[in-house]
T-cell receptor
Framework: DSGVTQTPKHLITATGQRVTLRCSPRSGDLSVYWYQQSLDQGLQFLIQ???????AKGNILERFSAQQFPDLHSELNLSSLELGDSALYFC??????????????FGPGTRLTVL | GDSVTQMEGPVTLSEEAFLTINCTYT??????LFWYVQYPGEGLQLLLKATKADDKGSNKGFEATYRKETTSFHLEKGSVQVSDSAVYFCALFTGRKTSGSRLTFGEGTQLTVNP
């Protein structure tokens, strides 16, 4: 158990809908990262938040947005869903903002299926 | 941009066989390098890491050496067990306090160990 929790575990929805994925980092971790794992794209970095502020953006679509709240939990919002958004979405957390050897601790993931 | 290339899988071995999974990278600066493992139905777990050239990371019998001259971080284990069956990801970490941080992952290598 990494200490990172993600809800829900599974999500099935239809095209065009909007969903929210939730992540609680390990106690004391200030950085939260979101990754998408799909069969065709592999594991891709989406976005990083540090202590409530966006710090880095990767291959995140404009239909997707995220935020980190004062209690440090984070939400990833996916809207106007398409079939291709079906994937496993991972949240990870780390203590610092950008330490070179900092380990990122991964949650169990949310499996999103868009029908 | 940064990228990681892993040997194509899947890899199937018999118990007690020697394992090598190749990983090469392209990056600016001096990234930290990681191997993560993903067991079926679970999130990613850090297996080992190296933060500078010639560092050797090791854990649970697995080893990898950060080779700057060949930009490689090959994973090795002398004698694999059935319980090592999983997907292995090579990753590089780039982080700057001014522009955030991220992990860039390779494609992943599925390892199956037969008794």
């Amino acid at each position: 158990d990494s200490g990172v929790t993600q809800t829900p575990k599974h999500l099935i929805t239809a095209t065009g809908q909007r969903v929210t994925l939730r992540c609680s980092p390990r106690s004391g971790d200030l950085s939260v990262y979101w990754y998408q794992q799909s069969l065709d794209q592999g594991l891709q970095f989406l976005i990083q938040y540090y202590n409530g502020e966006e710090r880095a953006k990767g291959n995140i679509l404009e239909r997707f947005s995220a935020q980190q709240f004062p209690d440090l939990h984070s939400e990833l919002n996916l809207s106007s869903l398409e079939l291709g958004d079906s994937a496993l979405y991972f949240c990870a957390s780390s203590v610092r903002r950008a330490g070179p050897g900092d380990e990122q601790f991964f949650g169990p993931g949310t499996r999103l299926t868009v029908l | 941009g940064d990228s990681v290339t892993q040997m194509e899988g899947p890899v199937t071995l018999s118990e007690e066989a020697f394992l090598t999974i190749n990983c090469t990278y392209t990056a600016t600066g001096y990234p930290s390098l990681f191997w993560y493992v993903q067991y079926p139905g679970e999130g990613l777990q850090l297996l080992l890491k190296a933060t500078k050239a010639d560092d050797k990371g090791s854990n649970k019998g697995f080893e990898a050496t950060y080779r700057k001259e060949t930009t490689s971080f090959h994973l090795e284990k002398g004698s694999v067990q059935v319980s090592d069956s999983a997907v292995y990801f090579c990753a590089l970490f780039t982080g700057r306090k001014t522009s955030g941080s991220r992990l860039t992952f390779g494609e992943g290598t599925q390892l199956t160990v037969n008794p």
